[in-house]
């Protein structure tokens, strides 16, 4: 079979013919679209029965089912494995879905996960129970975490923005209407930078406002001033919006009971103001002080930010806060603000009280997983909520010029939100590369 197997250079553009190993390595996509899938495939197929059977995986059959096999079809009565209901190969893997028999639940199937994966050779099983009585088992071929390369139907819409992949090959989305305020933490050079930036090239595509609170001087967010509403890049200016945030939250509240509604959703569309999502760039900047006489305004900050993780959901102000920590040492309030932030993403941390002030709260038996991020994976992270459900996740590579373009292409879809027009950032021209300018003539024109 090796002999029949193709060359690929580093691109994936076919090159030659050689062997299997190189194109399973360097084009692990179309190595599995053309040989993988139908190899598992096949093993599947064949080997069923016996590894559902050696995997603890089959149930004594019904007394009826056991009179039919020993009377009337004469056979050996034969454990029995879930059902298959369907199977459909993708892209990345495989899917099967699977009805399971009386005295199977979900975990077992999930506890049983690495015994499948080498029974039918495949990179990694991921057990999904979907309606009641049935699992999902998503199979990939290979890393799909290694290159990113995001689903083609993935695409912001609403308030969802894909923003990594999931180690089962499908988009890991930022749903705000399910999950509305989030933290992200990692530490120096994870990859929260490209996290932000991959979630701001979503957003801004969606008709909401954009809100930076960047106390790094703006260096991260000012990038993306085209598509910003309002721009902070000092503790100072993050008081004052944060007030301005929560004052226009009061004014939200006002209009819903206007209207005798509780949530914005349920608004007319004409009268619904627009979803606003706030992305803090760096947390600890708006909890630390170097003075006494920073206490008022650090007060002000942290009491603002826990009125609007508290109640800001309801008016459609969401939060979106980055770290390297987010523990009690930050001082009074964190421990509080944070308990709100139901959405988590852990990148890797250098301690495992990092991964514990993000993940021990809502899926504590992902903590390990987010200690054994290698530091030579930037951007890969484990990602949680408060159901419990967490799972790896890898941002795909994007430039801050790809989500800069992005931001200026979509400035149109910036709302009218009078009481944040102060805030508004200065958008700089982009610089024109050296390239593309004319030289200078080195003559006077000729005049006619
Ligand atoms: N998903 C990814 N795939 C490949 N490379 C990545 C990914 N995410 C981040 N990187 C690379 O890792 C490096 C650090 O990323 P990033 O700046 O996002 O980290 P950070 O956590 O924000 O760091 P810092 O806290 O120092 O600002 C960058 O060179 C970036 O290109």
Known sequence: MSDLSLWLDGAGALVGVGGLGVAKVRAPRLYWATVGLPVTWGRFSLSYRATMDVCGLTVQPSGLRAFMSRRIARGEVQPVPPKIRRVRGTSTGLRVTLRLPAGLEPADIAAASERLRHAWGVHAVHVIPSKPGHVELRMTGYDVLRRVRMPKKAAPHD????????????????????????????????????????????????????????????VEQSRYAARLSALATNPDDAASLIDVLVAEMEDRFDL???????DLWELPGHLRPAPVVVLVDEIAELFLISSKKDEDRRERIVTGLIRLAQLSRAVGIYLEICGQRFGSELGKGATMLRAQLTGRVVHRVNDKQTAEMGLSDVAPESVPAACTIPADRPGLAVAADASGGWGRIRTPLTSVEETAAVCREFAHLIPDLPALEPFRPVVRPVPVPASSIPPMPTRAPAIP
């Not at 923003?163 to 530490?187: C, F, K, M, Q, S």
């Not at 819903?256 to 509780?262: M, N």
């Open 159 to 218: 308030l969802v923005v894909p923003v990594a992949l999931r180690g089962d090959g499908t988009a890991y989305v930022r749903n705000y209407r399910e999950i509305p305020h989030a933290l992200t933490l990692g530490a120096n050079q994870s990859g929260k930078s490209m996290y932000q930036r991959n979630l701001i090239k979503g957003l801004a595509q969606l008709p909401l406002a954009l809100v930076g609170i960047d106390c790094k001087r703006g």
């Open 256 to 262: 819903l009971a206007k209207y005798g509604v509780s």
